[in-house]
């Protein structure tokens, strides 16, 4: 069960660029080992903080516009963007924890 | 695991592991949490191997795979050409897989978290879990492996996800069409460059020597790669690039002399260093880093903790020997717990 969304290109504009609320997005790929270890930990993420943060994925494969825009060269990479910028980003795949760290202005009391 | 992000084995990283009758438990000498007979921390072929071993003897293995880093470096690999049975060779993705569910048919408890903390010492070892819980058992098997060495430069943390990458397999796919280095002289960094010339025009492997350590087939693949170029006795002593990698600054190992080179993409194989950071004031460490055992036993300095696979080995580094040293720490194991429970 997941709780992210897939997003391509077409909506990545309203989706996460013009959201109202903090947008962690997953950029992976199918023949990315550590990317599949990725989903799960965001998983949780996003269903243990529902209410500050939303979680999506982007298939780099099938997007490949939005993952040059944003120089993107390694995956799995997360993205954190808030008003349409990119605020924070992480490369590679980490613990929940570590995540949570790097994430924590943006993901609220728990 | 969600429906829509399938991987292309039937890995199923994402759910609960399976549960299994905890028989194996008896109550703890001290308070009421069960003390397991042996605690695995790690999943790479050693961590695996230990585990189908001490679940057929019994011994209701609960293996810490890690919440991110399941199956090892493996995971992170192609095809495994080498590793025995496997005429055609197999990918090491899959391979990991089968060794996890060869594990879990006889009830191997794998478990997708990290351990964060170990206490060694005494007679029933304490092993914290990321979230806080507290595992106790009588042996921990320490098969933690190897983590990737980083060249140490400045610009490379920076630069790391934006042209600096350590894992072709996953990032090869964005240097299509570039001209792209690869820094080592392992297995793994020919392997990592013959594997890029898939996608990248052209592939320059830097060197800091004038020959390689890699196997001699390795290298017959390199040489004969009409994409490969081979820059030998230089090193990489500077990466720029204002939002990604644009050109390296190499030093000749002989000569002195510095050039630089331009390229969009550097991927780093200069080989791995034990992962210790959890044990490395508890046991003996040797001089090589690598965790100290007798002779060619698994025993660590600590009764009851074992070692396998490469955190123990700073030599021979391979899948297969790192599941033939995850049997010997599993076989260990059995012994000790005959003993002490005699």
Known sequence: ?110 | MSPDFTPALSLDLGATPPGRPDHGQRPAETGDTAVHDVVIVGSGPAGYTAAIYTARADLNPIVLAGSVTAGGDLMNTTDVENYPGFTDGIMGPELMATMQAQAERFGADVRYEDAIKLELEGPIKEITVEGGEVLRARTVILATGSAYRELGLEDEKRLSGHGVSWCATCDGFFFKGQNIAVVGGGDSAIEEATFLTKFADKVTLIHRRDEFRASEIMQKRAFDDPKIEILWNKRVIGISGEAKVEELSLEDTVTGEVGALPVTGLFVAIGSDPRTHLFKDQVEITAEGTVAVDARSSRTSLPGVFAAGDVLDSTYRQAVTAAGSGCVAAIDVEHYLATVKA
């Not at chain 1, 947008?23 to 992976?28: A, G, L, P, S, T």
């Not at chain 1, 939303?54 to 120089?71: F, L, R, S």
């Open chain 1, 1 to 110: 069960m997941s709780n992210a969304i897939d997003v391509n290109t077409s909506e990545f504009e309203t989706e996460v660029l013009q959201a109202d609320k903090p947008v962690i997005v997953d950029f992976w790929a199918e023949w990315c080992g550590p990317c599949r270890m990725v989903g799960p930990v965001l998983d949780a993420i996003a269903s243990e903080h529902a209410g500050s943060v939303k979680v999506v994925k982007v298939n780099v494969d099938d997007n490949q516009e939005i993952a040059a825009k944003y120089g993107i060269t390694s995956i799995p990479a997360v993205y954190l963007f808030n008003d349409g910028e990119v605020q924070k980003q992480s490369i590679g795949a980490k613990p929940k924890s570590a995540l949570e760290k790097e994430f924590a202005p943006y993901l609220g009391a728990q």
